[in-house]
């Protein structure tokens, strides 16, 4: 791998496209093809950059037999689990039933959950046990609402979601954890927290992590940013030291812009 500006890459970069509510199978089989030829054409290491996706639940099937036929080199997962394995819970979808589909990952405690359907940090957390349980890695988002950034609040809180969720963990039932950081205020209005507050959260997470888990699970796991990533702005979040990748929204819908996201490496040399 090529190194950060700062000296190394010790983590694999993730760059992670969360679809959310758009495109259904059959253009979710497009763009997979068109984004995975694009990146390829491009002499993309996909061990050197990890590439995942996040298509919704009806998509899941095509797209897993679109990479297990084709062999893909891309992952994906799902936008989010249910804290239950089975039974009657009507509407949710099992980590088990994921699993089977070849889901690397799950976003768990994603902001719109939390806003939008009351997920609080015990269901978070329960939630991101269920992923653990059936071998997916969960994707914990976390991350301030505007309020509590013009408040000067966001450490103090996003910490308190981080040890909401992983409550009762040890931390070798960690090994695949990831963490996003997304300040509310950033997804989807175009409004982008600079590099160094990434950078400032990226590093209050790894140090409460050390202080959970130990300094040798902190420095392994990896912490990504989210919140209106661009191709024009992922260089400089990536270049932190402490930022391993970025779970992008908006611009992972269209493969040209995604693929040139993943190729953040490349505006490293050219800006
Ligand atoms: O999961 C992705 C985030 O919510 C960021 O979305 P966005 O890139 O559209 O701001």
């Not at 190194?3 to 495109?23: C, E, F, H, Q, V």
């Not at 589909?101 to 902001?111: F, R």
């Not at 269920?130 to 910490?159: D, F, K, M, S, Y």
């Amino acid at each position: 791998m090529t190194s950060k500006t700062d000296g190394s890459y010790d983590r694999t970069p993730l760059i992670a496209g969360n679809w959310k509510m758009n495109l259904d199978h059959h253009q979710a089989v497009t763009l997979v093809q068109k984004l995975t030829w694009t990146l390829t054409d491009a002499d993309h290491d996909f061990d050197e950059v990890e590439v995942a996706v996040f298509p919704p639940f009806t998509d899941l099937r095509s797209v897993q037999t679109l990479v297990a036929g084709d062999r893909l080199p891309l992952g994906y997962g799902a936008q989010d689990l249910s804290a239950e394995d089975s039974g009657a819970y009507t509407g949710e979808i099992s980590g088990q039933f994921l699993a089977k589909l070849g889901c690397t990952y799950a976003l768990v405690g994603h902001s719109e959950r939390r806003t939008l359907h009351g997920e609080d940090d015990a269901l978070v957390g329960r939630k991101l046990t269920a992923a653990l349980r059936h071998g997916i890695a969960p994707i914990l988002c976390v991350g301030e609402g505007l309020e509590v950034r013009q408040e000067g609040r966001q450490v103090e809180h996003t910490l308190a979601q981080l040890r909401g969720a992983l409550e009762g963990l040890t931390p070798d039932q960690l090994a695949g954890l990831v963490i996003a950081y997304e300040p509310v205020w950033a997804i989807g209005t175009g409004e982008v927290a600079g590099p160094e507050d990434a950078q400032e959260m990226a590093s209050a997470l790894r140090a409460e992590l050390a202080t959970l888990f130990g300094t040798e699970t902190a420095s392994a796991l990896r912490l990504l940013y989210g919140g209106s990533v661009k191709s024009s702005n992922v260089a400089s979040i990536l270049r932190e030291k402490d930022v391993d990748g970025v779970l992008v929204g908006g611009a992972s819908l269209d493969e040209g812009e995604f693929a040139s996201i993943v190729r953040f490496e490349h505006h490293l040399l050219t800006d």
